[in-house]
């Protein structure tokens, strides 16, 4: 004889509910006596659906407030940012304390595929652990300690700058959204992740202001035709003139667009276009190669791109210059 379930209860109608004293009815799902019916009622009971005064969404709305976040340099907050983006989509409804040293090491593995990214995860959770044991929720840190992932050898390469073929290709081809993000991406000579960080209030029409999320070295931009182009066909299209807080990269609902969400847009408009082999961050080394195909010198490319050394430039740059001469001479060649 099968053991009836605690804390199930049937509404006249005939509606199943989770009832515990002290917890909101909880609708169950699935129809009794399925797979999908005892796996949510077994989540329910052990909380794991419950949005929990210890959860990780909580925990890091605190940790947000404290020294331990507002002493952070920006280019770390950008990256701890996206860690906390990831976890709140993952477990943030569950238990700071249901925490384990495998759950650590299964999610690192789980993105693997990105080892920067994947060891950013464990370094995020120390820290979140620790506040949470400043604040007693927790008497120990099971996140320490987790070994880093190697970056295999057939992924360390450069990003790959566009070729002319695929900026027209993108140009010609792609979806308003997408098109946005390409021209900011090029226009502005920023790292992606600031892309997020423009508001129509940094827009004057002709040049966009920044303060950089790494360096927090403050810029004004003057727009390419291209990019300014590109931002009053997406002034036009909100049909209203937009609040100067609003963020120009927003998401359907209008909030502001994550850098998760920026780039699943472009990772699937890229490969629509056979363009996957290049990515957000090529972009702008696109536009340092276009700067110096124009003829700018190293210190105007930095005093576009914010970089606060010019190793980088001179890379990029110094391709640009040579394919650029290289086709001088063949001329001469003719």
Known sequence: MVKPKKYIWRHPSGRVYFRKTGMKLIPMQAPEGTEAFDRQYWETLTGKLMQAKTSWNALMDDYLTSDRWTGLKPRTRSDYNKVMEYLREKIGTRDVKALTRSDVIAAQKANAHRTRFANYIPQMLVVLCEHAIDLGWIEHNPAKGVRALKTPEDRKKQHVPWPNWAVDKFRAEAAPLPRLIFEIGVGTVQRPSDWL???????????LKLRQGKTDKPLILPCTDQLTAALERAKRALGVTPIAARRILTQPNGNPMTYFYMAKIMRKERLRLGLEAYDLHA???????????DGCDDKEIAAYSGHATEAMIRKYAGEARQEMRARQAREKRR
Not at 283 to 293: D, F, N, Q, S, T
């Open 197 to 207: 960080l423009f508001t129509w209030g940094d827009y004057d029409g002709d040049t």
């Open 283 to 293: 972009l702008r080394y696109r536009a340092i190669k276009e700067l110096a195909w």
